[in-house]
Structure formats: structure tokens, C-alpha cells
């Protein structure tokens, strides 16, 4: 398939802003003199940037005969980088025939269908595409249909990272990320990375200087923090990314500077548990040469099924595995320390944060097999004994906890629902009814928020019958 690539030279800097009302353009000669060819481009399109699309003229003639009609791009206010497609070289030809033979009595009308695929646009814009047909004198006649494309364009969102403590000679290397923006090619973006040192005048005030340099393809950034800045002096960064449509933004991210030894916490790295265990979580510091007095300390929860952690401001908290969860999983903790009350805008030297990570585990003890008994056959008036059982491929010999519940037939009432073998007076009825029940079983009590395999759900049925 060949393709006809029609860069349009006029920069979207000069571009007017696109009205979503069009203006139809309509059809002439351009051979001049009378001509029997009369060509319809079709309607004005709005497309969306990056788009294929399909567009289909036709021309009618009468006492002339068409050898070929073509699709050109004529002008437009594009993106000079972008470019219109034309596939197939935008040409439809139509059965040649000896020259003598035409007849150029005969009125037909002739199609000519292209696909035009639309490069991305920073901005909304126009182009228009002609239809030119041609006869055995040349060109005949043309119409034109006006193109509206909308911008591919998404906001910008740039993210600095985490803001962070460090010792005071340290030197820092940060990231820059962003999301959104414009980029020609969406695969290999090019965005223009810098970054500013916001708080510069205060840190001068102070009689410091604070190198740093950069990276303005990758956004990386490293920053060498000053030895004689005093404690808890912050180092304000901020980050700018520029798309290629022109548009920026940027984000800031604190530097926070210790003159103190840090605070260095461990915690243990990980802790195998199954569904319902109690997790004890432990941290502990290390307290460099002077120590630390009065430390404060708060355990959070990351990742993984929500639960609550109890004691959560103390070095050693704990956790209860929610019982619903049935497929692996890991459940991920930090331990903070620090010298004042930590919320969610303290900010943290690395040091003073450690996680654990709960894997739980579903498959470490085996699911019950449930058998609610077989069907039973009964009289109106009778009682009817339930059989239930439970199958443990653990062997542990329970507690097993059972709950019997009745799903379809004339209601009755079971007595001792919560055992394995539960009761009820066969109903009254005029012709066979099915009573259906459930079974259900646990190894730990069953309330409403029980979670259930489904092998440990069973279900039996009773016909009961007239005397």
C-alpha cells in the first residue's frame, strides 16, 4: 500500500482558532470553458486528531468520459510536524477503453472512496481536501470539503516526588515525573524537564549556597545540601515539564535539612498469616551517640485489605487478618519515628521509616467439605432428621460451626440450625412439595460476615407427601 504524505506547511502558531460552525465550500472549474463534469466532494467533517477517516465524492458526467478522479489536500492551518496520509495515493482510475470506441453520450456517475489518516494536532484546526475529476482533455472539474480536527491535547500533570529529610553534606538525586501532556509521537515522548531552587534568597540569607544540576531530557536531579545549613532547614525544589504543544506545569518538593543524627528504625520485613490471625507488628530504633528523647511513633497501613491496627502510636502494634480475604495477598506496613508528633504532612528521613509486609496465605489450612445428607422422601406430620457432615482434609477434628438454612418449599421451622443434624415436623400439604435446605460450615463461628468456599456449602432436599 503506498502512501501520500501531504506535509501542510503552515505552523500551528499562526493557526486561528477553529470555529465548530464550518463554512461549506462549493465546487468549481478550474480547467476553465464549459465542461459536462460536475464533481461533489461531499459534506465537512469534524474528526477527532489522530484519527483514520473515510471520505467518498463522486462525479456525473455527461458528453465526457472520466478516466481517473484524485484526492489532494489543497491548504490548511495543520501543525507544520503534522502530516495528512492519503492511502493509495488518494487516485481511483476507472476501466481504460481504446479512445475511438468511447461513447461520450452515455451519463454515469462515478465514486472515488479514500482513507485519510490524521496526524496528532496541538490545537483545534482545518484543512480542506479536493476532489479533482479528469477527463480525456485533462482536468474537468473539482469540489472541496473542509476538514475540522480537534486536539489530542490533555492536561499536564507534573509530580516532583515525596518530600524527604537529610542529613546536612548529603548529596540527593530526585525524579520527575509527569503524566498527560502533548506529544507527536506517544511512544517515545520528548518532554523538557527543569528545575528551580524556590526558597534560593532564604537560603543566601542564611549564608549557604546550594548546588544542584540536572538532567533536562530525563528530569533527574541531584543537589549536594550544604554543611552549614542550620536543622530543619528546608531545601524547596521545584520541577517544570513542557509538553511539545508548549504547555507546562510543575510541582514542588521539600529538601529537609538535619543537623541531628538521624533516626534509624527497623521492623521486621515480613510475617506469614492466614485469614483471622492476630499479627503482632514490631519496630524498634536505633539510637545513634546522644540518643533520642521522647520519640514519637505511628504505624500505617500501605497496602492490601483495610483493617485496623491496634496500638498504632506504639513501637509494637498489632493487626487482625480480615477474614474475608481468600486469595493471597500481601498486606503492607510502615513504622515511623520522629522527634514530634507525625501526621500525614510530617516529613520523614528515610531512616525513620521501615515496613513489614503480611503475606497471607488462604491455602495454609485446607477448606471443609460440606455434605448436607442425601434426599428424603416424608409423610405431612412426620419428623424429619437432616443429616449433615463435615469432611476435614486437615484432620484437625474442628470445633466445626454449621448453619442450616431452607432455600425453597412450604416454610417450617428447624430446630437446632446451628448443628450438624437439625429437625423440622413435615408441613401439611395437598399434593408432593420439595423442601429445599442449605448447609453451610466453618471452622470458626458463623455470623454474617462469614466468608465461605464453596465446598463447604451443601444443599439436600425433602419430598413430603399427603398421609
Known amino acids: 500500500m503506498n502512501l501520500q504524505k501531504t506535509p501542510l506547511a503552515v505552523a500551528v502558531m499562526a493557526a486561528l482558532p477553529l470555529a465548530l460552525t464550518l463554512t461549506g465550500c462549493v465546487g468549481g472549474s478550474e480547467a476553465g470553458g464549459a465542461n459536462n463534469v460536475s464533481v461533489n466532494a461531499g459534506p465537512d467533517r469534524v474528526v477527532e486528531s489522530g484519527s483514520v477517516i473515510f471520505i467518498e465524492g463522486d462525479a456525473y458526467n455527461k458528453g465526457a468520459y472520466l478516466d481517473y478522479m484524485r484526492w489532494t489536500v489543497r491548504d490548511g492551518n495543520l501543525d507544520s510536524r503534522s502530516t495528512v496520509e492519503i492511502r493509495d495515493g488518494g487516485r481511483c482510475d476507472f476501466d481504460p477503453e481504446v479512445l475511438e470506441d468511447r461513447d461520450y453520450s ?54 516532583a516526588g515525596p518530600d524527604q529529610a537529610v542529613m546536612a553534606g548529603d548529596t540527593v538525586e530526585r525524579s520527575c515525573s509527569y503524566q498527560g501532556g502533548f506529544f507527536h509521537d506517544r511512544e517515545n515522548p520528548e518532554p523538557r524537564y527543569q528545575w528551580e531552587l524556590v526558597n534560593d534568597d532564604e537560603i543566601r540569607d542564611l549564608g549557604a549556597h546550594v548546588d544542584y544540576r540536572y538532567d533536562e531530557l530525563s528530569g533527574m536531579l541531584e ?50 498469616a492466614a485469614p483471622g490471625d492476630l499479627v503482632d507488628l514490631q519496630g524498634s530504633v536505633e539510637s545513634p551517640e546522644g540518643g533520642h528523647d521522647s520519640l514519637f511513633y505511628r504505624w500505617v497501613q500501605l497496602s492490601g485489605t483495610e483493617t485496623e491496627i491496634f496500638s498504632s502510636n506504639m513501637r509494637n502494634a498489632s493487626i487482625s487478618v480480615p477474614v474475608e480475604i481468600d486469595q493471597p495477598e500481601e498486606m503492607v506496613f510502615e513504622f515511623q519515628a520522629s522527634n514530634e508528633p507525625i501526621s500525614d504532612d510530617t516529613v520523614l528521613a528515610e531512616s525513620a521509616r521501615a515496613r513489614t509486609i503480611v503475606n497471607v496465605e488462604t491455602g495454609g489450612m485446607p477448606a471443609l467439605t460440606a455434605n448436607a445428607g442425601a434426599v428424603q422422601n416424608a409423610v405431612s406430620g412426620e419428623v424429619v432428621n437432616l443429616e449433615g457432615s463435615v ?63 464453596g465446598s463447604e456449602i451443601s444443599t439436600t432436599m425433602v419430598r413430603v407427601v399427603e398421609p
Open 106 to 159: 452515455i451519463e454515469d456517475r462515478k465514486t472515488c472512496a479514500v482513507a485519510v489518516e490524521i496526524g496528532p494536532v496541538a490545537q483545534d484546526v482545518e484543512f480542506t481536501m479536493q476532489l479533482a475529476a479528469y477527463e480525456t482533455g485533462g482536468l474537468s472539474n473539482t469540489d472541496r470539503m473542509q476538514v475540522a480536527v480537534r486536539s489530542s491535547v490533555q492536561d499536564l500533570s507534573v509530580n
Open 391 to 453: 469432611e476435614d482434609p486437615a484432620s484437625t477434628g474442628g470445633p466445626y460451626y454449621y448453619q442450616w438454612s431452607q432455600l425453597a418449599g412450604p416454610s417450617v421451622n428447624l430446630s437446632g440450625s446451628n448443628t450438624s443434624n437439625p429437625s423440622f415436623i413435615a408441613p401439611t400439604v395437598t399434593e408432593e412439595e420439595e423442601l429445599v435446605f442449605e448447609l453451610r460450615v466453618s471452622r470458626d463461628p458463623i455470623d454474617s460476615s462469614t466468608a465461605f468456599a
Open 223 to 272: 543537589l549536594a545540601t550544604p554543611e552549614t545549613l542550620p536543622d530543619g532547614t528546608p531545601i524547596v525544589m521545584r520541577c517544570i515539564v513542557t509538553d511539545e504543544a508548549g504547555q507546562t506545569d510543575s510541582a514542588d518538593t521539600e529538601i529537609l535539612v538535619q543537623q541531628e543524627p538521624p533516626i534509624e528504625v527497623t521492623a521486621i520485613p515480613e510475617v506469614t
